[in-house]
C-alpha cells in the first residue's frame, strides 16, 4: 500500500468481539470497520446461499487513508462465482470507506467449520 499511515488490521471475529475487548484504535476506525463489515452481509455465495461474513471468508482487511485492502478466500479453488463476489466485496467495501479497495484472494482452503457449519 502506497499509504504513510500504518494501516489497522482487523479480522472478522476480532472486530465482532466485545467493544471492550477490543485493541486500542480509534473509535471512527472501529466503525468504519463494523461498518465494513455489515456491507459485506450483502454478498452472498450462490451455491450455498451464505454471506461472505458468515462464511468466514474475509480473512483480513487492511484499512489505510486512501486505500484499503480486503482478504479473502473462496469457498472452493475453482468457484465459478469468484470474478462476481471480488467485484461484490470491493464495490461494497468501496461504499463505505469511499477510496480505492484492492480484493486479494489467499490460497487458504476454505473449511466449514470456520463458519460453525457441520455437514
Known sequence: MTDTAEPTTVAPEQAAADPGAAPAFDMERRATELAILDALRSVVDPEIG??????????????????????????????????????????????????????????????????????
Open 50 to 119: 451464505m454471506n461472505v461474513v458468515e462464511l468466514a471468508l474475509i480473512k483480513q482487511i487492511l484499512l489505510g487513508q486512501n486505500e484499503t485492502e480486503v482478504k479473502m478466500i473462496l469457498t472452493t479453488p475453482f468457484c465459478p462465482y469468484a470474478g462476481s463476489m471480488i467485484q461484490q466485496v470491493q464495490e461494497q467495501v468501496e461504499s463505505v470507506v469511499e477510496h480505492p479497495v484492492k480484493v486479494t484472494l489467499l490460497a487458504e482452503r476454505w473449511d466449514p467449520r470456520d463458519a460453525g457449519l457441520m455437514w
